[in-house]
Structures are given as structure tokens and as C-alpha cells.
């Protein structure tokens, strides 16, 4: 099924530890995104790949980091996770920037203790 | 200012009722303007864009004040399979997408 996904679903994470949530797509979009979503304050920006190859900084962007070293993966990585990144993660994929529809994956539940 | 604000609702109305609510943005530059659904605890679907002229699909109109800085959203003859929350999103630059927090939409029988 063509489409966008993310992996794990949910996951509970200690304080300090690392973690990789990942995401794939097999639209060939050129542009991919991850959001935070919390409670009252909508869908954050945490960081951006208009092409494989190239990332930018979203509205959030501290604390994780991105790769994009093809056009289906981009994972996020938490270097040392903290409580404040509790949150519902979306991985997001565009044909050409944020102009035309973005499709979103069914989204990862973390909760940091 | 938070670059798109919504009034978060919640709006509660019967079968088969109008229900309208708005969008502000702040940045003029904005070009792209698009409303997404979004289910609890499901990812944001698009539901439709936004043009200048404003916009119909089926129940659905959308309208665009650039003078205003606003959009809107209007939903006629309400069902139940329209409770969700409603996401506006604006596009102000070639990649980022800003979302509004949401208006949750409440259909009753």
C-alpha cells in the first residue's frame, strides 16, 4: 500500500536514553517533514528535507536531529531524551515543499520518564 | 503571535446544522492555504485547499480574505461523521507549513 510510515507506534523512553523513530515513504516526494503535536499548541515543525540530501531547522528543532541520505527514509533521532519530549511525532511527506498536500503517517506516541 | 491562530472550540451542533468558523494568519506573505481533518488520535488529512476566489466541495466552503489576513470553513448540513477536529494550515515560505492548534467540530444526533 503506497503511503507513508512510521515506526514504533508508541514507545516509553527513560530519561537520557537514544532513540530513533523512523519513517518511510514510497510516494518519491522530494519533501519530508517531522512534527510534534501537543495538546493545545497544534503541529510544531522539528525538522525539514526538501531533497534527499539537504535538511533544515524547524520551529523546534532542539534536542533532534535528521538525515536524509535517500528519498524514502528520513529518520528523527533523540540524542538524550528529557520529559519535555512526551509528545505525538508525525513524519510528513510533500511532492514539491509546502505548496501541494502533505500525507502524514499514522504518527508515534512517546512518552520520556 | 502565533503565526495561525483558531478559535479551538469546541463547537457543538445538531444534525443537519451550518457551522462556520475562522482562521488568522499573520503573515501577508502567505501564498498557500489549505484546511485539514483531523480524527482523534489519527494523523491530519487534507480536506481541501483554499483559493483566492474561495471554493467549494460538497458540504464544504472555503473562503480566503487576504485583506483580513483570515480563512474560513463551512460545513452545511452537519452529519455525525463530521466530528473531528479541523486544522488550518498556511504555507509561508516554499517548505515550511504553520498549523493552527484546531477547532474541534461535535456533530450530535
Known amino acids: 500500500i503506497a503511503g507513508i510510515t512510521q515506526a514504533p507506534t508508541s514507545q516509553i523512553l527513560a530519561a537520557g536514553r537514544r532513540m530513533t523513530l523512523r519513517c518511510t515513504q514510497d510516494?518519491?516526494?522530494?519533501?519530508m517533514y517531522w512534527y510534534r503535536q501537543d495538546l493545545g499548541l497544534g503541529l510544531r515543525l522539528i525538522h525539514y528535507s526538501n531533497t534527499a540530501g539537504t535538511t533544515g531547522k524547524g520551529e523546534v528543532p532542539d534536542g533532534y536531529s535528521v538525515s536524509r541520505a535517500n528519498t524514502d527514509d528520513f529518520p528523527l533521532t533523540l540524542a538524550s531524551a528529557v520529559p519535555s519530549q512526551t509528545s505525538v511525532y508525525f513524519c510528513?511527506?510533500?511532492?514539491?515543499?509546502?505548496?501541494?498536500?502533505?500525507?502524514f503517517g499514522q504518527g508515534t506516541r512517546l512518552t520520556v520518564v | 503571535r502565533k503565526e495561525v491562530e483558531q478559535d479551538p472550540g469546541p463547537f457543538n451542533v445538531p444534525e443537519g446544522a451550518t457551522v462556520a468558523f475562522n482562521c488568522t494568519y499573520s503573515n501577508s506573505a502567505s501564498q498557500s492555504f489549505f484546511w485539514y481533518r483531523q480524527d482523534c488520535r489519527k494523523e491530519p488529512k487534507l480536506l481541501m485547499s483554499v483559493y483566492s476566489s474561495g471554493n467549494e466541495d460538497g458540504r464544504f466552503t472555503a473562503q480566503l480574505n487576504r485583506a483580513s489576513q483570515y480563512i474560513s470553513l463551512l460545513i452545511r448540513d452537519s452529519k455525525l461523521s463530521d466530528s473531528a477536529t479541523y486544522l488550518c494550515v498556511v504555507n509561508t515560505n516554499d517548505y515550511k507549513l504553520s498549523f493552527g492548534a484546531g477547532t474541534t467540530v461535535t456533530v450530535r444526533a
Open positions: 510516494m518519491r516526494h522530494n519533501a
Open positions: 510528513a511527506s510533500s511532492e514539491e515543499g509546502g505548496s501541494t498536500e502533505a500525507f
